[in-house]
């Protein structure tokens, strides 16, 4: 990130001096920049290049261009990150309305944006639009990118916990059982986020007292885990 920011920067100001401040080859740049900020963790620099990119992608194309969808989705993302979802929501939405008239309501995208929209009702509590949106996205990823796919397993995982929110454990298994056979068959258990799975699915198991599951479990982990930390990390200590 560190290496990435400036040349960013540098390509901002080069555009700038050549086509002006308002020219839509900035709004690339000023997204992908935004897009780094998040990353960085910098959230007020990435909500002020996101509203700008907003602005120039609207003033270019209009109110219903998939890139002005793109930033819609990002900042609507952060707002969620940020627990601020009064502000996420009508973004996600507006997000949401504009990927399905453009690019159908099959497409990747809307797929992306219905994921976000899930967690967002999720913590908003509302479990049941959780689900249906979870759900939906869950069939626009498998049917495009097929049932092992990461981006599956990353709505499968939302979905699990959605499940393990509302207590019911049966359901919860299904849908992270499945994310960790995705995460184990394609880039491996030392993912951080087969990690988290792996927490989810022990506290799952708990709940309904499957001891020899959760065994199991942390014998196919461990393996992973003392590749990751060394045998006298405090997450081998299963």
Do not use: W
């Amino acid at each position: 990130y560190e290496q990435a920011e400036p040349l960013y920067q540098q390509a901002l100001q080069i555009n700038e001096a050549r086509f002006g401040p308002d020219h839509i080859n900035v709004a690339s740049i000023v997204h992908n920049l935004a897009l780094l900020y998040r990353a960085q963790e910098k959230y007020s620099q990435a909500e002020t290049l996101y509203q700008r990119a907003l602005a120039l992608y609207e003033k270019a194309y209009g109110p219903e261009s998939p890139n002005l969808a793109t930033v819609l989705n990002s900042l609507g993302a952060l707002y969620a990150y940020q627990n601020d979802y009064s502000k996420a929501e009508p973004l996600l939405l507006r997000a949401l309305t504009i990927r399905e008239k453009v690019l159908g309501t099959e497409h990747t995208d809307v797929g992306r944006t219905l994921n976000n929209l899930g967690g967002l009702y999720i913590h908003q509590r509302k479990y049941e639009q959780a689900r249906q949106t979870f759900q939906r996205s869950l069939q626009i990823y498998t049917q495009s990118f097929g049932a092992e796919h990461l981006e599956t397993a990353m709505v499968l995982t939302n979905l699990g916990y959605l499940y393990t929110k509302q207590h019911q454990y049966a359901q919860a298994e299904n849908a992270l059982e499945k994310a960790f056979n995705i995460y184990e068959k394609t880039i491996g258990l030392q993912s951080p986020d087969a990690f988290l799975i792996f927490q989810e699915l022990v506290m799952v198991y708990a709940h309904q007292k499957k001891a020899v599951q959760a065994q199991k479990i942390c014998q196919r982990i461990l393996p992973a885990l003392l590749e990751r930390f060394g045998s006298h990390h405090k997450d081998v200590q299963i």
